[in-house]
């Protein structure tokens, strides 16, 4: 509810993911595994109604400037993982912005047309990447869940000017989270996961 209050308060433009879509009532809960779907749960039970319509209204896909933005793939906007070079490429194919801004795996990566095929490059703290006149696949990371080991928040800023982005880790305090989330009776492996980062 927080969350949502501080978006819509800056007026923030996003699009809705499979988490989104679930805690506004959707049926994709269903196709969660047993502990998100407890959380899940547990996130329609606290949900304000200003945040529910705030999220009910948010789109499957969206363009901003020169981007364009979707959860999972441009193939399957709520649920497609993008993990490997084959799904990358096909959601390439469908971009019709020289950049695509993703989620969902909760990895912070680029993956962007080469000489020779398409190449990844993952996004470390003060990492760059330069999109130039390749079109380009980019995953900010996730603030409060990255699955890449790395258990800071990651963000990355997108400097349409330079045509460069820079992915960014903080540290935030974990514990204090994990705390929260015991209070409430969350799952174990949830607590437990966001102090390695997977």
């Keep these: 509810n927080g969350v949502v209050r501080r978006l819509r308060d800056l007026g923030a433009r996003g699009v809705r993911g499979n988490h989104d879509a679930a805690a506004v009532g959707g049926s994709?809960?269903?196709?969660?595994?047993?502990?998100?779907r407890q959380a899940m749960e547990w996130t329609r039970q606290v949900l304000e109604p200003d945040a529910e319509t705030w999220l009910a209204a948010l789109p499957d896909r969206t363009a901003i400037g020169e981007a364009e933005l979707v959860h999972g793939s441009l193939r399957q906007p709520l649920w497609e993982y993008v993990t490997s070079p084959a799904?990358?490429?096909d959601s390439l194919d469908r971009l019709k912005q020289p950049l695509?801004?993703?989620g969902h795996t909760h990895v912070p990566i680029a993956w962007h047309e080469a000489e020779d095929g398409l190449e990844g490059t993952l996004g470390g703290d003060g990492e760059r990447f330069g999109f130039e006149d390749r079109r380009s696949l980019v995953n900010p990371?996730?603030?409060g869940q990255p699955r890449d080991g790395d258990p800071r928040a990651s963000y990355l800023l997108l400097?349409?000017?330079?045509?460069?982005v820079t992915w960014h880790r903080v540290p935030y305090d974990i514990e204090a989270v994990q705390q929260a989330m015991r209070a409430v009776a969350l799952p174990r492996a949830l607590v437990a996961r966001l102090s390695?980062?997977?």
């Excluded at 400097?159 to 460069?164: F, I, P």
């Design 196 to 198: 390695v980062g997977l």
């Design 100 to 102: 695509g801004l993703h």
């Design 87 to 89: 799904i990358a490429r």
């Design 141 to 143: 990371g996730s603030v």
């Design 28 to 36: 994709e809960i269903d196709w969660f595994n047993p502990d998100a």
């Design 159 to 164: 400097d349409t000017d330079a045509r460069l």
